[in-house]
Nanobody, 116 residues
Framework: QVQLVESGGGLAQPGESLSLSCAAT????????MAWHRQGPGKQRELVAIITGGGRTVYGNFVKGRFTISKDNAKNMLYLQMYNLKPEDTAVYYC??????????WGQGTQVTVSS
């Protein structure tokens, strides 16, 4: 069983940076994909960024170079560095692991609020 715990959310002003972390426990295959998703108020959950087992990254169109996803396999950690935050980045950010056998796991989410 995989458990995911996000941390690092909070309040930021427009233009500031925040760093999110996701600690994973349990057995995660090296070919699993790990991702960040978010759900803003009144919006559907959307993909922020994904990193494959091989390290390939894909970002949502709205990221436009402002976010960086990374992982540390040895520590079972997933990170999201966010720069130049905008009010529209306000959302609950979720960590996700997708196993090739079809299993998927989600964290409880961490709130990011961008406001002046």
């Amino acid at each position: 069983q995989v458990q995911l715990v996000e941390s690092g959310g909070g309040l930021a002003q427009p233009g500031e940076s925040l760093s999110l972390s996701c600690a994973a426990t349990g057995s995660i295959p090296r070919d699993a994909a790990m991702a960040w998703h978010r759900q803003g108020p009144g919006k559907q959950r959307e993909l922020v960024a994904i990193i494959t087992g091989g390290g390939r990254t894909v970002y949502g169109n709205f990221v436009k170079g402002r976010f960086t996803i990374s992982k540390d396999n040895a520590k079972n950690m997933l990170y999201l560095q966010m720069y130049n935050l905008k009010p529209e980045d306000t959302a609950v950010y979720y960590c996700n692991v997708a196993i090739p056998n079809g299993s998927a796991y989600w964290g409880q989410g961490t709130q990011v609020t961008v406001s002046s």
